[in-house]
Structure formats: C-alpha cells, structure tokens
C-alpha cells in the first residue's frame, strides 16, 4: 500500500535521529545508510518511497558508453520513477565513478523525484547543484559509472550503504544522513516519531528553564506525570 501523504508530511517533521531511536527500541539497528551525506549544507529534510537502483561491479562487456542507450540503465530506470519517490541507488559504496551527473539529476527533477540518496558518488557537481535535486551521497568524482560500475536493474531490493532498502520502504533523509523504516512499521513508527519529537521539546524547555537530568531524560514515573498532565491541557 503507497505511504500517504499525511504520513510523509508527519515524517517530515521528524528527525532521522529521533527515528532511529525509535526503530532501536522495536529491534532494528542497521538502518542508517553508511556514506549517504548531504550533498550540501542546507538541504530541507525529504521522505519518500523508496524507487531502488542497483548497480554491481563494473565488466568490460556491459560498462560501456553504448550501455547508456540500453533498455536496463539508469536512463531507462528515470523514466519509471513516479513523482514523489527517492531514488535509493546501490553503488557498491564505489566512490571512483559518478552514478549521476546534471543531466541526469535535471530529469529527475522534472519527473518530481524528491530526492537521490546513495552510497555511491555523483559528477557534474556544479550542474547537479543548479539542478535543485536533493542528494544525499558519499562525494564527487569526474569519471562516469561505467569506469567503475555496471548498472543492473531497479526496483528490487538493494544495499545501499550496508542497509537493506526494498522498493516501497520510507526513506526520511537530513542533516544527519539517511534512513529507512520498512514499509509495514512506517505508520506505526511516524506515530511514535511524533510524539518523541513533542515529548523531547518538553524536556528541551524543561533544561531550559534550569532542571537536572536525572529523572527528567529519560523520565522517571514522577516526570512522566507531569509531562501528561501538560499535554491533557494543552
């Protein structure tokens, strides 16, 4: 079932440290994507579905400047993405071959891709900047994929900065990096989400306004009370 919007705008809201923690208390540790950076400071926090990439490594029959006009290439794989999504592309952690570049980055931007999260590289950064497009990516080299990479497919599972990521998946992406919630807890997960976010601004104020620690983060009984209390009034 697609993530709705109410739910995506909520994720928004939330950061990808806050999210984390969440998934930590229902057992998921490995859901930080390694080598996934903002490409520049000041990027806005995006989330989105998951429209996955997968490359592997690079074989002189398939990695070719004429592999670029093939049915199964990134080309190809732009074209399917609907509007809203964030491509998650599975470089192999490669950082000595560009996956996209401004032309590319431009038509994704037109197609309404809300972002592009990697553990690969881009090239072009001048023009991948003018583009808009968000990213999230582990730096910039000139050569192009196929000096290092053979791109294989999209819209099946990857690893994408040792992390599992499956098409439909909930990426939320900021200053902190990248993250993924799988697509059967993303609601329960933005409801928790939300409310450590508000709960975690009451403590914010309450050291603010001079209180200790202990007893305050995390709470204890006594705290927690009175944290309710706030709330049913509010």
């Given amino acids: 079932m697609p993530i709705s919007a109410e739910t995506l705008a ?32 000041g990027l806005p926090r995006v989330a989105g579905e998951a429209f996955t990439l997968r490359f ?15 049915p199964i290439s990134t080309r190809a794989a732009i074209e399917a993405m609907p509007e809203g999504v964030i491509a998650v592309t599975d470089a192999m952690g490669v950082t000595d071959a560009g996956i996209f570049g401004d032309i590319l980055c431009a038509r994704m931007v ?17 023009g991948v900047l003018q583009t808009g497009l968000p990213v999230w990516c582990d730096g910039v080299a000139a050569p ?26 909930a990426i939320v ?17 933005t409801a928790e989400a939300v409310e450590q976010e508000r709960m975690e601004a009451w403590i914010m104020r309450e050291v603010e306004n001079g209180a200790a620690l202990p007893g305050l983060y995390p709470m204890n009984a006594e705290t927690k009370a009175r944290y309710a209390a706030g709330k049913a009034k509010a």
């Fill in 10 to 41: 909520a994720l928004r809201g939330v950061t990808t440290a806050t999210i984390t923690t969440v998934l930590l208390k229902k057992g998921l540790r490995n859901v930080w994507l390694r080598g996934a950076r903002p490409v520049r400071d």
């Fill in 56 to 70: 592997v490594p690079a074989r002189e029959d398939l990695a070719t400047p004429e592999s670029w006009s093939s």
């Fill in 110 to 126: 037109r197609r309404g891709v809300a972002a592009l999260v990697t553990d690969g590289v881009v090239r072009d950064l001048a």
């Fill in 144 to 169: 192009p994929s196929v000096a290092g990479l053979t791109f294989v497919g999209w819209q099946e599972p990857v690893a994408c900065g040792g992390v599992a990521v499956f098409p439909g998946d």
């Fill in 173 to 189: 992406a900021d200053d902190d990096g990248a993250v993924v919630i799988p697509a059967a807890l993303v609601e329960a997960v």
